[in-house]
């Protein structure tokens, strides 16, 4: 049997999309899968020239999901051009910054689980494609469709009152922010007059865990070994506790084991990896230097977090992070789909985190900007949602961006995403030459559990547009699906 | 001061793209001609969550620009939901929001659409001179008509 390669590309390019290439061997079994991220944006050298102050605003449009998090890891880069570490930021700054990081990361992980997520958990891997969709849930089940909407409706709400818009404000200013908080935005998010108020978002929180380990326990057998491979773990953690921390910490890496492969400072980042390039992606391949390019890799996001902290500093969600260890005897998880259960932990320790920062008198504080020794060299490194997100900028003496390098959440997830796509496909194709929709769906899903953002290819609420082609190593057609 | 009360405009696009900016330069129309701003909202795409938003009112009226010709370079007709469901969170077409609206919250604002044809598409923020007219007449019509929308 000659070599085949089995390509699913989608049809349209809505803002780039991913596209999968499954190669079989001669054997009919599969020998490898690519995911190829064919979208080409060129932040990197489009924001030279431009001064520093100018970056927070600008790089936040690489993103409409989650443009906070790009806003705040450039933010945490200029302060130190200005000369003021994260450490000597004001405690208003700091609250608020974290406040406004906080409701990003709340508002991204309903919408993921609620929008993205639960028509594959609620319908099923062999439900039509045209069912797997929010409007289907909204049909089928009222109440989760409504709590989903209000709660990510909470988190856009914290960022317009701190950032001025929903999508793409601005908060961050170099040293610091340039708004407090008044009595009556906090009140806007306690008093529960005008929106569910933050003890129902809580609330909320835990009643969509109980579904998640409800649903675990129905389908343990699925959600377990679904694209389950070993894996290193790339998280920030607490400087001193090595509890879950999402603004500003250490660099912890694990492997599949739990053994510790780095602990460093963030700013660090440059010494202790390498990024890597294929000729069949523009999407780079980050990896530890000291592990090689093969073993070296990492995956973030909340799986990954939840794997490399020691614990988790807010009590409801510390209580379900012991759960959660608890299904792997304390080891690191390497169950992709337990990606969705440890992304809505963090769901909960974000909106006990926002509680305790509205209860906080000094968010309404006036101390907001501080000032230093300016600095030819800035690296800001933050949790976003789908993971670990660096930015490093250098500045001439007119204070123009001369250099800037980033390395994005899905950037870090590259090798696991094509490593889920590889098992999922090995488990599937092999000795098999048509291609079914649940295939493509299991497929689809594999990609969905890290929530990438290629930038808009999985942020669907709908069937992903595919086409998929058998071809044999001599490019001719042996079976094609489209959908 | 006009009140807009349970009636919500959005204009839907990206000023800084063009003629794409037609739906939130209606926007600014009904400002600055005395309407009052509580009800007028610009956005880049709609969201799931405007279902939310639209049960609140009685009408909603969805502002954006078109690149298809249309006569008179602008039309204005009413829209009922559907099941439609489109690829991308980027996409979510005005129906959909209805629809999401009636399944989730049981309310069925009256809805129209009103769509004016623009022609370029490029990185900045201004409108072409046709664009432009049909913005006016648009709004010169959409004035005339307000009351039996």
Redesign the interface.
């Given at each position: 049997m000659k070599p085949k390669k089995i390509t699913i590309d989608p049809v349209?390019r809505?803002?780039g999309h991913g596209k999968v290439t499954i190669k079989l061997n001669d054997k009919g079994k599969v020998e490898n899968a690519y995911l190829h991220v064919v979208e080409f944006r060129g932040f990197e050298k489009f924001i030279q020239g431009h001064p520093y102050w100018e970056v927070p605003i600008i790089v936040q449009r690489l993103c409409?999901?989650c443009p906070v998090s790009h806003h705040l890891a450039a933010a945490k880069a200029i302060d130190q051009l200005v000369g003021v570490d994260p450490e000597d930021l004001t405690s208003t700054a700091t609250k608020l910054r974290k406040l406004l990081h906080y409701g990003q990361v709340f508002q991204s992980h309903a919408?993921h689980f609620f929008?993205l997520a639960s028509p594959d958990l609620l319908f099923g891997i062999d439900a039509p494609a045209?069912k797997r969709?929010?409007?289907a849930v909204?049909?089928e089940n009222?109440e989760l469709?409504?709590k989903g909407?209000?709660m990510?409706?909470f988190g856009?709400e914290i960022i317009n009152a701190l950032a001025g818009k929903k999508?793409h404000g601005s908060l961050a200013v170099p040293g610091g922010v340039h708004k407090t908080f008044t009595n009556e935005e906090r009140n806007y998010f306690l008093d529960g007059k005008q929106i569910p108020n933050i003890d129902t978002m809580i609330s909320w929180a835990k009643e969509v865990i109980d579904f998640m380990k409800s649903y675990h326990i129905e389908n343990n057998d699925w959600v377990d070994n679904f694209a389950s491979y070993p894996s290193n773990h790339l998280g920030l953690v607490d400087r001193n506790t090595g509890a879950l921390e999402l603004y500003d910490g250490r660099l912890r890496s694990i492997d599949f084991e739990g053994n510790e492969l780095l602990n460093i400072e963030d700013i660090d980042y440059r010494n202790n990896f390498k990024e890597a390039v294929e000729p069949w992606s523009y999407m780079k391949f980050p990896y530890m230097t000291k592990y090689g390019r093969e073993k070296g890799w990492n995956r973030v996001g909340p799986l990954a977090r939840l794997n490399t902290c020691s614990h988790i500093n807010t009590p409801f969600a510390e209580k379900e992070r012991q759960i959660f260890k608890a299904q792997t005897n304390n080891k690191p998880n390497n169950m992709t789909m337990h990606t969705h259960w440890a992304r809505l932990i963090e769901l909960l320790h974000c909106a006990e985190n926002i509680k305790e920062l509205l209860l906080d008198e000094e968010i309404m504080g006036t101390d907001l900007v501080r000032k230093g020794t300016p600095r030819k060299k800035g690296i800001g490194v933050i949790e976003a949602p789908r993971g670990t997100l660096i930015h490093e900028y250098h500045i001439d003496d007119k204070g123009l961006i001369t250099k800037c390098n980033l390395i994005v959440s899905t950037t870090h997830n590259n090798e696991a995403l094509n490593k889920g796509v590889r098992t999922v496909a090995q488990s599937l194709l092999n000795d098999k030459l048509e291609i079914t929709e649940p295939m493509l769906n299991q497929i689809e899903m594999a990609i969905r559990a890290y929530d990438p953002c290629l930038s808009?290819?999985t942020?669907?609420?709908?069937?992903?547009?595919l086409i998929v082609q058998l071809e044999d190593n001599q490019g001719n057609l042996i079976h094609e699906k489209t959908r | 001061m006009k009140k807009l009360d349970n009636t919500l405009i959005i204009g839907i696009g990206n000023n800084t793209r063009q003629d794409d900016g037609l739906g939130w330069s209606f926007i600014d129309l009904l400002e600055n001609n005395g309407f009052n701003t509580e009800h007028l909202l610009c956005k880049y795409q709609l969201m799931v969550e405007d279902a939310e938003l639209i049960s609140n009112y009685k009408n909603v009226i969805f502002v954006d620009a078109c690149k298809s010709e249309l006569n008179n370079g602008f039309s204005i007709e009413p829209i009922l939901a559907s099941e439609q469901v489109t690829f991308s969170t980027h996409e979510v077409p005005p129906n959909q929001i209805l629809h999401l609206c009636e399944s989730v919250y049981n309310k069925k604002p009256k809805a129209t659409l009103i769509k004016i044809q623009g022609y370029n598409w490029d990185f900045e923020i201004c409108l072409s001179k046709q664009a432009t007219k049909n913005l006016k007449k648009t709004f010169s019509l959409f004035k005339n008509k307000w009351d039996v929308i």
């Amino acid at each position: 049997m000659k070599p085949k390669k089995i390509t699913i590309d989608p049809v349209t390019r809505v803002e780039g999309h991913g596209k999968v290439t499954i190669k079989l061997n001669d054997k009919g079994k599969v020998e490898n899968a690519y995911l190829h991220v064919v979208e080409f944006r060129g932040f990197e050298k489009f924001i030279q020239g431009h001064p520093y102050w100018e970056v927070p605003i600008i790089v936040q449009r690489l993103c409409g999901i989650c443009p906070v998090s790009h806003h705040l890891a450039a933010a945490k880069a200029i302060d130190q051009l200005v000369g003021v570490d994260p450490e000597d930021l004001t405690s208003t700054a700091t609250k608020l910054r974290k406040l406004l990081h906080y409701g990003q990361v709340f508002q991204s992980h309903a919408l993921h689980f609620f929008y993205l997520a639960s028509p594959d958990l609620l319908f099923g891997i062999d439900a039509p494609a045209e069912k797997r969709n929010i409007v289907a849930v909204a049909s089928e089940n009222k109440e989760l469709a409504k709590k989903g909407i209000l709660m990510r409706k909470f988190g856009q709400e914290i960022i317009n009152a701190l950032a001025g818009k929903k999508i793409h404000g601005s908060l961050a200013v170099p040293g610091g922010v340039h708004k407090t908080f008044t009595n009556e935005e906090r009140n806007y998010f306690l008093d529960g007059k005008q929106i569910p108020n933050i003890d129902t978002m809580i609330s909320w929180a835990k009643e969509v865990i109980d579904f998640m380990k409800s649903y675990h326990i129905e389908n343990n057998d699925w959600v377990d070994n679904f694209a389950s491979y070993p894996s290193n773990h790339l998280g920030l953690v607490d400087r001193n506790t090595g509890a879950l921390e999402l603004y500003d910490g250490r660099l912890r890496s694990i492997d599949f084991e739990g053994n510790e492969l780095l602990n460093i400072e963030d700013i660090d980042y440059r010494n202790n990896f390498k990024e890597a390039v294929e000729p069949w992606s523009y999407m780079k391949f980050p990896y530890m230097t000291k592990y090689g390019r093969e073993k070296g890799w990492n995956r973030v996001g909340p799986l990954a977090r939840l794997n490399t902290c020691s614990h988790i500093n807010t009590p409801f969600a510390e209580k379900e992070r012991q759960i959660f260890k608890a299904q792997t005897n304390n080891k690191p998880n390497n169950m992709t789909m337990h990606t969705h259960w440890a992304r809505l932990i963090e769901l909960l320790h974000c909106a006990e985190n926002i509680k305790e920062l509205l209860l906080d008198e000094e968010i309404m504080g006036t101390d907001l900007v501080r000032k230093g020794t300016p600095r030819k060299k800035g690296i800001g490194v933050i949790e976003a949602p789908r993971g670990t997100l660096i930015h490093e900028y250098h500045i001439d003496d007119k204070g123009l961006i001369t250099k800037c390098n980033l390395i994005v959440s899905t950037t870090h997830n590259n090798e696991a995403l094509n490593k889920g796509v590889r098992t999922v496909a090995q488990s599937l194709l092999n000795d098999k030459l048509e291609i079914t929709e649940p295939m493509l769906n299991q497929i689809e899903m594999a990609i969905r559990a890290y929530d990438p953002c290629l930038s808009c290819a999985t942020h669907a609420l709908g069937e992903m547009p595919l086409i998929v082609q058998l071809e044999d190593n001599q490019g001719n057609l042996i079976h094609e699906k489209t959908r | 001061m006009k009140k807009l009360d349970n009636t919500l405009i959005i204009g839907i696009g990206n000023n800084t793209r063009q003629d794409d900016g037609l739906g939130w330069s209606f926007i600014d129309l009904l400002e600055n001609n005395g309407f009052n701003t509580e009800h007028l909202l610009c956005k880049y795409q709609l969201m799931v969550e405007d279902a939310e938003l639209i049960s609140n009112y009685k009408n909603v009226i969805f502002v954006d620009a078109c690149k298809s010709e249309l006569n008179n370079g602008f039309s204005i007709e009413p829209i009922l939901a559907s099941e439609q469901v489109t690829f991308s969170t980027h996409e979510v077409p005005p129906n959909q929001i209805l629809h999401l609206c009636e399944s989730v919250y049981n309310k069925k604002p009256k809805a129209t659409l009103i769509k004016i044809q623009g022609y370029n598409w490029d990185f900045e923020i201004c409108l072409s001179k046709q664009a432009t007219k049909n913005l006016k007449k648009t709004f010169s019509l959409f004035k005339n008509k307000w009351d039996v929308i």
